[in-house]
């Protein structure tokens, strides 16, 4: 079974700018939860979406904003990108909603200039 | 707030020394445990997991874990280490339910001395 794989694997951006990521789950997983790893903070929650719709929300400004596609696929928007926002930005499935064993992918790795 | 924590940054151990790392959470209620490894390049893989049952679990690559209620406590384990253990270990809770995120602990990196 092919595992969760995110797209683009990096990213380098400068401020201001906008980026969008992209995850697919693990074939038959329905949750899809967002993480972000920097080295001082360490992993932090972002979202969790099922059904399409967000289920569960982390401490981020709303600058930070996702979504779920029907086929389960996730993507997460930055806006107004901040220089505090370089981090490796993880991706996590699971097979249903509030099902706390999420598989993670390789994640992105976004750099702000 | 709920919250994680691991005792240790960065633990240097020499092959076939013991390890133990120490985690500790803060929540009352039902919580799932889990320890994730991170080798260097690698992303995040399930080491082992605690849903119920018996608090001593067992998980790949010789790791163990073993959860005490009355200590919120979930330390990880392994008797002997090889130099290929080298890596940075996360513990994480989850409450399940609604809640499927999960609350990591910032890490200890295993440096294991060859």
């Known amino acids: 079974k092919a595992g969760v794989t995110q797209t683009p694997r990096y990213l380098i951006k400068t401020r201001g700018q906008q980026v969008t990521l992209s995850c697919s789950p693990i074939?038959?997983?329905?949750?899809v939860s967002w993480y972000q790893q920097t080295p001082g903070q360490g992993l932090q929650f972002l979202f969790e979406y099922f059904s399409e719709t967000q289920r569960n929300k982390g401490n981020f400004p709303g600058r930070f904003s996702g979504r779920q596609f029907s086929n389960s696929r996730s993507e997460m928007n930055v806006s107004t990108l901040e220089l505090g926002d370089s981090a490796l930005y993880l991706c996590?499935?699971?097979?249903?909603?509030?099902?706390?064993?999420?598989?993670f992918g390789p994640g992105t790795r976004l750099t702000v200039l | 707030a709920q919250s994680v924590s691991q005792h240790n940054h960065h633990v240097i151990l020499s092959e076939a020394a013991s390890l133990e790392l120490g985690c500790n959470y803060s929540?009352?209620?039902?919580?799932?445990l889990f320890w994730y490894v991170q080798y260097p390049g690698q992303h995040l893989q399930l080491l082992l997991k605690y849903f119920s049952g018996d608090p001593l679990v067992k998980g790949i690559k010789g790791f163990e874990a073993e959860f005490i209620k009355s200590k919120f406590s979930f330390n990880l384990r392994k008797p002997s280490v090889q130099w290929s253990d080298t890596a940075e270990y996360f513990c994480a809770v989850g409450r399940g339910g609604s809640q499927g995120n999960l609350i990591f602990g910032k890490g200890t990196k295993l440096s294991v001395k060859p």
């Open positions: 929540y009352g209620g039902t919580v799932n």
């Open positions: 996590a499935s699971s097979l249903d909603r509030g099902n706390n064993e999420q598989f």
């Open positions: 074939s038959g997983h329905r949750s």
